[in-house]
T-cell receptor
Framework: GQNIDQPTEMTATEGAIVQINCTYQ??????LFWYQQHAGEAPTFLSY??LDGLEEKGRFSSFLSRSKGYSYLLLKELQMKDSASYLC??????????WGAGTKLIIKP | ETGVTQTPRHLVMGMTNKKSLKCEQH?????MYWYKQSAKKPLELMFV???????ENNSVPSRFSPECPNSSHLFLHLHTLQPEDSALYLC??????????????FGPGTRLTVL
């Protein structure tokens, strides 16, 4: 079956760095997405990886290893506004997104 | 603002009621999606419309009935729901149809409570 695993909750300190891991098993693979969702709001797109390696976008970076079925989202210089849920989703061979349950990130001062 | 709007934002209904959720996208996209989001569970894809044609129905009970009159509007008609249907219902759209790499743009969702 198809499956996405990511931690349920993480806590980090303002100004620090946090890495949110995601492992996936899908029928075929057409890329890995990360979305951010603040409480009560729409998920918003953060990143897309289809090739192995690290993609950097400001304070956020996303990494993919296709051979390991593994991705992570790296958040640097954490700010209080980064408190949100982070959703990992893998696109299968039919271009359907298979979603993880999300990681709730709590930032403490 | 993502360019995708949903109404109502909150809805409380009894099990015998009939109600409809509305989604509108202002992005010129060709694919629209309904998702169900329950607490601590992955997003569940319910329906996909690709160029106004329904291309996906993920074994959704018939008490949920989608309608896509044009590429900008999507409805979810609700009838005789169960308490376990209480969830956040998210609408999304993507640009080039559902059969390609596409970033999906989400609406803010309708928080549905079934009593």
């Amino acid at each position: 079956g198809q499956n996405i695993d990511q931690p349920t909750e993480m806590t980090a300190t303002e100004g620090a760095i946090v890495q949110i891991n995601c492992t996936y098993q899908t029928s075929g693979f057409n890329g890995l997405f990360w979305y951010q969702q603040h409480a009560g709001e729409a998920p918003t797109f953060l990143s897309y990886n289809v090739l192995d390696g690290l993609e950097e976008k400001g304070r956020f970076s996303s990494f993919l290893s296709r051979s390991k079925g593994y991705s992570y989202l790296l958040l640097k210089e954490l700010q209080m506004k980064d408190s949100a849920s982070y959703l990992c989703a893998a696109m299968d061979s039919n271009y359907q997104l298979i979603w993880g349950a999300g990681t709730k990130l709590i930032i403490k001062p | 603002e993502t360019g995708v709007t949903q109404t109502p934002r909150h809805l409380v209904m009894g099990m015998t009621n009939k109600k409809s959720l509305k989604c509108e996208q202002h992005l010129g996209h060709n694919a629209m999606y309904w998702y169900k989001q329950s607490a601590k569970k992955p997003l569940e894809l319910m329906f996909v419309y690709n160029f106004k044609e329904q291309t996906e129905n993920n074994s959704v009970p018939s008490r949920f009935s989608p309608e896509c009159p044009n590429s900008s509007h999507l409805f979810l008609h609700l009838h005789t729901l169960q308490p376990e249907d209480s969830a956040l219902y998210l609408c999304a759209s993507s640009q080039e149809g559902a059969e390609a790499y596409n970033e999906q743009f989400f609406g803010p969702g309708t928080r549905l409570t079934v009593l």
